[in-house]
């Protein structure tokens, strides 16, 4: 199946989510260099859920800070401006793929750990490289795998046919899903990431979290949520949908250089870090 007939199937689904209008707003907000942090304020206080949300999230142990944040704006100013949009865009696609029966629910919470994880992996690994667009990273790596949601919810005979595919082989979903739709979930995450309206990094790396080396200019974003999703599986964290490990592209793995000896260092941090915002999700 083409990218043409993939958009036709796509644009045929007319309750595919959108971003609530807080965040949309926000974004729009963070985009304008004239914004300054008591304009957001005045957004995210008109939701009371997502203003608890914030400051639960600044006060726990994620962020560490060692005095309690008792305003928003205050948050706002120590968090950062990409940090709020990180938040926000978090809880919100979380909620918006709420489970519509009991074992759907139980599916998706295990893909969210997974996509948690690799969001965690993502920060801890671009805080090692002094990346200077850690909560890009963290966001990246939540979305990596957001088509595989799409596909559940809104394709479900032919997710179950990738589901039966990938037990009865024993191979990655992301092969089960060509060989099943002709098309697999970083396409169709590419595409709701441009329904969105989402930065062109973030929709490229999407689509290339598996072939980092195909994200052009931002191969280096690609090959951190790519090693990050490995990192993720070897510790098992969530379900990434099969019981496989993808293949590490040594392209990725060289244009990091991450130290070998540096992995168990990364990877206890990400254990922590995912224990610690994996409790202020849920």
């Not at 707003?25 to 206080?45: F, G, M, Y």
């Not at 926000?88 to 998706?108: P, Y």
């Not at 990094?201 to 598996?210: R, T």
């Amino acid at each position: 199946m083409s990218t043409p007939d993939l958009r036709k199937i796509i644009a045929g689904i007319d309750d595919l989510p959108t971003l609530p209008r807080t965040v949309l707003k926000i974004t729009e907000l963070i985009n304008d260099p004239q914004s300054s942090a008591r304009d957001i304020a005045r957004i995210v206080t008109d939701d009371q859920v997502l203003t608890a949300r914030l400051l639960k999230l600044v006060n726990s142990s994620f962020y560490g800070f060692p005095r309690r944040i008792a305003t928003v704006n205050s948050a706002i100013v120590l968090l950062g401006f990409d940090a709020i949009r990180s938040l926000l865009l978090t809880t919100s696609v979380f909620d918006m793929f709420g489970g519509r029966s009991k074992q759907r629910r139980q599916d998706q919470e295990k893909f969210w750990d997974h996509s948690l994880g690799c969001a965690v992996g993502a920060k801890v690994i671009g805080e090692y490289l002094r990346h200077d667009k850690i909560e890009e990273l963290f966001v990246a790596g939540l979305l990596h795998d957001i088509g595989k949601i799409i596909e559940m919810l809104y394709l479900p005979d032919e997710y179950a046919k990738v589901v039966d595919t990938v037990n009865q082989k024993n191979i990655l979903m992301a092969i089960a899903e060509e060989n099943i739709l002709g098309y697999g979930h970083a396409e169709i995450g590419k595409l709701l990431a441009g329904k969105w309206n989402l930065p062109i990094k973030l929709e490229q790396v999407i689509a290339h979290h598996h072939q980092p080396a195909s994200a052009g200019s931002f191969i280096k974003e690609a090959s951190i949520v790519h090693v990050a999703d490995i990192l993720c599986r070897a510790l098992d964290m969530g379900y990434g949908g099969d019981n496989k490990i993808p293949p590490l592209d040594h392209m990725a793995w060289e244009s990091l250089k991450i130290k070998v000896e540096s992995l168990e260092v990364i990877m206890e941090t990400m254990k922590e870090e995912f224990d610690d915002i994996s409790s202020f999700i849920a």
